[in-house]
Structures are given as structure tokens and as C-alpha cells.
């Protein structure tokens, strides 16, 4: 669920009794949005908490108070896209479009057929930047909730989570009971990977890696937001 329903500018603040917005939001709204004070827009704690403020005329351009603080129910199921990872910026743009798209936790993860691995330092560093991609993307999308950014996980580990599955052209439909989506590597699945998970079909199309992770968080939000019917 959106703030408000509206489609006005939307941040982040740690603090929505005394919300105190980061300077690249303030610069956000005055600079590129051009708010003036008294100009209202809302803000979410990223945890499913949203209120109305105002732009507040001070030099600071704090962030003022206007409005009751509004709780959102999270959705359910928990939606997680696992991804193997991929070339280039691409991991930017899965994050940026399965956050827009409503999924709960986004964790990439190394399979046995991975060409790219990232050493500790990269990792860090990868994963510190996939998160202000999903903070910036959600405040874009207006969402009350950031997603989860995993740490760099295994294959075997989120496959022995519950209701986790693997994306195959062989597979099944899509189905809420199998909330935990995770897209092979460039390289294609292991035989033992095939064996250790059953599959969903996403598409009667063999799909580039970053394509299939946005597709299975489209298909799988649409199901559970009651866009689509059950197939």
C-alpha cells in the first residue's frame, strides 16, 4: 500500500515523531521538486509507517508534522527473489524494478555455474550500493517498506529455506505457495541444483537473468495483490 494513495514526493526519515530528513532529500524536494514551505508531502520510516508532513520554512527545511502517523500492514506472503549475479550494473536494475514492484527481500547468491563472484571487499561494497538503489526506488514507488538486502548468500542455503523454488522453463506455474523465488546463473542450473529444488515456469521464453528476476516478482505480486487470478 502507497501513502495516502497519492502520487506526491515521498522520503524517508528514521523518526516520524521528529522526522529529520537526510540532505540529499531535503536538496530532493526543494532543489529538484522545487516544494516551497508549506508544501506538503509525506514521509515512511521504511517499515510500514507513514505520515503527512510540510515543508517547514526554516533555513534547515525541516520536515514538520501535519498529519496522524498511519501504520500499514505488512503483505502476505513474504516475497523473496533470489538472483545469481550478473554482469555490469544489471544487479542495480533488478533491485531498482523488484522493489518498485512490492518484493519483501531481494538477496543475491552464488550458484555452481556463477561466472561472476564478488570477494569480500566488492560484496560490501556491491551490497551497500543495491541498497540506496532500493531506498531511492522506493521512494520513487512510494512504498511504506524498504526491502530486505541480503548479504551475498549460497544456493544451498536459500534453497533450504521454505517454499523456496528455482526458475526453469520446465517448471510449473507460478504459485503463493512458493513465495521464494530464486534465477540461476548465465551459465544455467547444476544437475544437482535441479534436483535439489522443484521449478516454476516464468515464460515459454528462455529469459536473460535479470529479465526472469523481474518477471517472477511481477507475476508473484500480481498474485498476491489480487491483480491477477490464481492460474
Not at 517547514?56 to 498529519?67: F, I, K, R, V
Not at 550494473?89 to 547468491?109: C, S, Y
Not at 515464460?203 to 526472469?212: D, G, H, K
Amino acid at each position: 500500500m502507497k501513502p495516502g494513495g497519492g502520487d506526491g514526493p515521498h522520503v524517508f526519515a528514521n523518526n516520524l515523531e521528529t522526522p529529520a530528513l537526510r540532505d540529499e532529500d531535503r536538496h530532493h524536494l526543494t532543489r529538484s521538486l522545487r516544494l516551497r514551505p508549506g508544501d506538503t508531502f509525506t514521509v515512511s520510516d521504511g517499515e510500514g509507517s507513514w505520515r503527512v508532513c510540510r515543508l517547514g520554512s526554516g533555513t534547515q527545511g525541516a520536515a514538520e508534522p501535519n498529519g496522524e502517523v498511519v501504520y500499514v500492514e505488512a503483505p502476505r506472503p513474504k516475497l523473496t527473489v533470489g538472483f545469481a549475479l550478473i554482469k555490469g550494473g544489471r544487479p542495480e536494475l533488478v533491485v531498482q524494478k523488484l522493489t518498485e514492484l512490492g518484493v519483501d527481500a531481494i538477496v543475491p547468491f552464488t550458484a555452481e555455474h556463477s561466472v561472476v563472484r564478488w570477494d569480500a571487499d566488492r560484496a560490501t561494497r556491491h551490497i551497500e550500493r543495491l541498497r540506496r538503489v532500493a531506498r531511492e526506488a522506493a521512494m520513487q514507488s512510494r512504498q511504506v517498506r524498504i526491502p530486505e538486502i541480503g548479504e551475498v548468500a549460497e544456493f544451498a542455503d536459500l534453497a533450504a529455506g521454505p517454499g523456496a523454488v528455482r526458475a526453469d522453463i520446465t517448471g510449473n506455474p507460478p504459485s503463493l505457495d512458493h513465495p521464494t523465488v530464486l534465477i540461476g546463473p548465465e551459465g544455467g542450473w547444476s544437475d544437482a541444483e535441479r534436483r535439489q529444488l522443484p521449478a516454476i515456469r516464468l515464460s515459454s521464453s528462455v529469459l536473460r537473468s535479470e529479465t526472469a528476476a523481474i518477471t517472477a516478482a511481477a507475476l508473484l505480486t500480481a498474485l498476491r495483490d489480487g491483480v491477477t487470478g490464481k492460474p
